[in-house]
């Protein structure tokens, strides 16, 4: 399934002046004239050969150009709001009437704050940070923004003297997976499940994994989190528009507490 973030992270990790980074940013820049060309026409323009662009389409599991076209292509036909987890009411509202937008807004974060202080298990979290603490390896796993989440919660275990391990790619993440043994932890961050189905590959080399597996999320109904050993809810709704907020907040308490515990 594509995501645009597989090409952000590529363009991210390997500068703007590599030869895939150039074709990722001519397509992204170009969606609306990508039907019309055609693959020799796209390589021209990227001054690269048709070969280039297919390899470069299976490099991001595509399995020829054309499918990566048609995906470019359902890309250009989304709303600019829509990857803002805006729908079209909240979009028009905040043309109209931004201070009645930005108000609705923070009440929504503030009900999702409450919402993970009703919500959390005190004891259970202090359990699992024992679990981390007497573990061979930690290895954290994020997509996206959880991904950065996950960053965060890396330096803040630092300060502890606690390494927890994180792999950037997927093939990194694999490889730290398939080397644990069954002293150490998985920790997957995921907002709304979206991790589970985008990369079924990569979960199930955590449920064959000798570790044990912890999936940490917002409320969510994925019926694959009974892939893992422990499925931990920081809230019992679901906050759309708000994004990662509930997570943030809840790790921001949880690197905390570790240090409040083992420092």
């Not at 990227?46 to 292509?73: E, I, K, M, Y």
């Not at 109904?221 to 759309?240: A, G, P």
């Amino acid at each position: 399934m594509f995501d645009i973030f597989d090409f952000l992270t590529y363009l991210n990790t390997h500068g703007k002046d590599t030869t895939y980074s150039k074709i990722i940013i001519f397509l992204l820049t170009r969606t609306e004239e990508i039907p019309a060309l055609t693959i020799s026409e796209i390589a021209d323009r990227c001054f690269v050969s048709p070969a280039t662009l297919t390899r470069f389409g299976r490099h991001f599991h595509f399995a020829s150009f054309a499918d990566l076209r048609d995906a470019l292509q359902q890309l250009n036909s989304l709303t600019p709001y829509s990857g803002l987890r805006m729908n079209e009411k909240d979009f028009q509202l905040l043309q109209k009437d931004p201070k009645a937008y930005l108000t609705s807004y923070s009440e929504e974060i503030t009900a999702s704050i409450q919402d993970v202080l009703g919500t959390i298990d005190i004891e259970e979290i202090d359990q699992l940070l024992h679990r981390i603490h007497t573990a061979s390896e930690v290895v954290l796993i994020g997509y996206s923004a959880t991904l950065e989440l996950a960053k965060e919660v890396q330096t803040s275990f630092l300060s502890s003297r606690k390494i927890l391990y994180i792999g950037e790619t997927e093939q990194l993440q694999k490889d730290l997976i398939e080397h644990l043994d069954e002293q150490a932890l998985i920790i997957v961050i995921s907002s709304y499940g979206t991790l589970l189905t985008k990369n079924p590959a990569l979960i199930r080399t955590i449920s064959q994994s000798s570790a044990d597996s912890i999936f940490i999320t917002q409320n969510t109904k994925n019926t694959l989190t009974n892939q893992f050993t422990q499925t931990i809810r920081v809230t019992k709704e679901n906050y759309v528009q708000i994004g990662s907020y509930p997570l943030t907040f809840f790790f921001d308490y949880f690197t905390r507490r570790y240090v409040s515990l083992y420092d």
